[in-house]
């Protein structure tokens, strides 16, 4: 198992385009995290999902930002007429969900909107 | 949600132990301490938890207050690679999403 993977690891695109982001979870790890972190800042939670249901939705989570997870495997996460306030580091995380495990983060997709 | 509070950065010598602290005084009876650690321009990096006793692995050790208000990560002999920004979390056992403050920013001085 190489870990959590997430696609691309960079993206630089124009303000008011679309973009989509993926992740691969460690294989058999039923809960799947997305968090966004900013320059000198701690990452901040966006959305979990246990299995293919979205549990929580942060608030920084606009109607702009989705998530899924089909079939509880992989997940993406679009931004939608991208603005210059969404460029960050998006890390995806992925852990058992039981018993206070550890999380696994991936490297994470630095996105820069220009 | 039960808070963790860290200093903002500490510096430490190469191959001299590293104690950082962190404080949670309202901590519940259910939450595991957790520590965390973000190298340069990695995703962060599991360290290590516990819930009430002290604990060892080989990155470092946690040891734990008897009233859990507080704990402190142990790294034994700092090295230039621990040079990194630490995060005390809380969290529940049955799991829910890890929220991250500032954390300790943590300088090895060769």
């Known amino acids: 198992d190489t870990g959590v993977s997430q696609d691309p690891r960079h993206k630089i695109t124009k303000r008011g385009q679309n973009v989509t982001f993926r992740c691969d979870p460690i294989?058999?790890?039923?809960?799947l995290y997305w968090y966004r972190q900013t320059l000198g800042q701690g990452p901040e939670f966006l959305t979990y999902?246990?299995?293919?249901?979205?549990?929580?939705k942060s608030r920084l989570l606009s109607d702009r930002f989705s998530a899924e997870r089909p079939k509880g495997s992989f997940s993406t996460l679009e931004i939608q007429r991208t603005e210059q306030g969404d460029s960050a580091m998006y890390l995806c995380?992925?852990?058992?969900?039981?018993?206070?495990?550890?999380?696994?983060f991936g490297q994470g997709t630095r996105l820069t909107v220009v | 949600d039960a808070k963790t509070t860290q200093p903002n950065s500490m510096e430490s010598n190469e191959e001299e132990p590293v104690h950082l602290p962190c404080n949670h005084s309202?901590?519940?009876?259910?939450?595991?301490i957790h520590w965390y650690r973000q190298l340069p321009s990695q995703g962060p990096e599991y360290v290590i938890h516990?819930?009430?006793s002290n604990v060892n692995n080989r990155m470092a050790s946690l040891a734990i207050a008897e009233d859990r208000k507080s704990s402190t990560l142990i790294l034994h002999r700092a090295t230039l690679r621990d040079a990194a920004v630490y995060y005390c979390?809380?969290?529940?056992?049955?799991?829910?999403?890890?929220?991250f403050g500032p954390g300790t920013r943590l300088s090895v001085l060769p």
């Open positions: 995380a992925s852990s058992t969900g039981t018993g206070g495990p550890e999380a696994f």
């Open positions: 999902f246990q299995n293919e249901a979205q549990l929580e």
């Open positions: 979390i809380l969290l529940k056992n049955y799991g829910q999403n890890f929220v």
């Open positions: 294989s058999e790890h039923n809960r």
């Open positions: 309202t901590i519940s009876g259910t939450d595991y």
């Open positions: 516990g819930l009430t």
